[in-house]
């Protein structure tokens, strides 16, 4: 199944976090969204084949980077108080788009940024 | 922009009775997949059921189906014979077949009584 790393994090305003995400062996395409408490998810944006390939509305100070051995990693540069949230990787197999894959989640990293 | 509203923050249902789950959409495209996800405490998000769109057919997992309005842009699901590991917040999502990402509504918590 899908990984991620750590379970939970707290970082203070102003530092850089990086975030961790081992996908399902065989699958190309990782996607990240941002669950703050009591709501959906919201895409932040997604990788395929090493690229980023889509991305939601979020500023650039979030980035993202995907290995061929499976992993990806999130980073958040010059934390916020808003960024307090639950990070949520998903992994899939699929082609870049358009294919509407089914994305399986990993169980999240819980941020709390003081 | 594509919306999903769940209507229904919290609902509840006797052990062995049936509930459904309200979900809407919003969307001028012909082409998508509609998803339902649940999530336990845990935090981990599990694929419950998916739709696509150009099927007419209500897909249907175990104890879990859906109805599929394409027409209103409904998109309910319905839970047979409730266990209590039904019990959770459940998500409804929509993806396009033009893009890549997931967008879900606010979720709706479903307690289950013994």
């Known amino acids: 199944g899908v990984t991620q790393s750590p379970t939970h994090l707290i970082k203070t305003r102003g530092q850089q976090v990086t975030l961790r995400c081992s996908s399902q062996?065989?699958?190309?395409?990782v996607s990240w969204y941002q669950q703050a408490l009591g709501q959906g998810p919201q895409f932040i944006f997604q990788?395929?084949?090493?690229?980023?390939?889509g991305r939601g509305n979020f500023p650039p100070r979030f980035s993202g980077l995907q290995f061929p051995n499976d992993s990806s990693e999130l980073n958040v540069n010059a934390l916020e108080l808003d960024d307090s949230a639950l990070y949520l990787c998903?992994?899939?197999f699929g082609t870049g788009g358009g294919f509407g894959e089914t994305q399986y989640f990993g169980p999240g990293t819980r941020l709390l940024v003081l | 922009a594509q919306t999903v509203t769940q209507s229904q923050p919290e609902m509840s249902v006797q052990e062995a009775e049936t509930v459904t789950l309200s979900c809407t959409y919003d969307?001028?495209?012909?082409?998508?997949?509609l998803f339902w996800y649940k999530q336990p405490p845990s935090r981990q998000m599990i694929l419950v059921i998916r739709?696509?769109?150009?099927?007419?057919q209500n897909a249907t997992e175990n104890r879990f189906s859906v109805n599929f309005q394409k027409a209103a842009k409904s998109f309910s699901l319905k839970i047979s014979d409730s266990q209590l590991g039904d019990a959770a917040m459940y998500f409804c999502?929509?993806?396009?077949?033009?893009?890549?990402?997931?967008?879900f509504g606010a979720g709706t918590i479903l307690r289950v009584k013994s």
């Open positions: 739709q696509e769109a150009y099927k007419q």
């Open positions: 062996s065989g699958h190309n395409t």
């Open positions: 990788y395929y084949r090493e690229e980023e390939n």
């Open positions: 969307t001028s495209e012909s082409d998508y997949y």
């Open positions: 999502a929509y993806r396009s077949a033009l893009e890549n990402k997931l967008v």
């Open positions: 998903a992994s899939s």
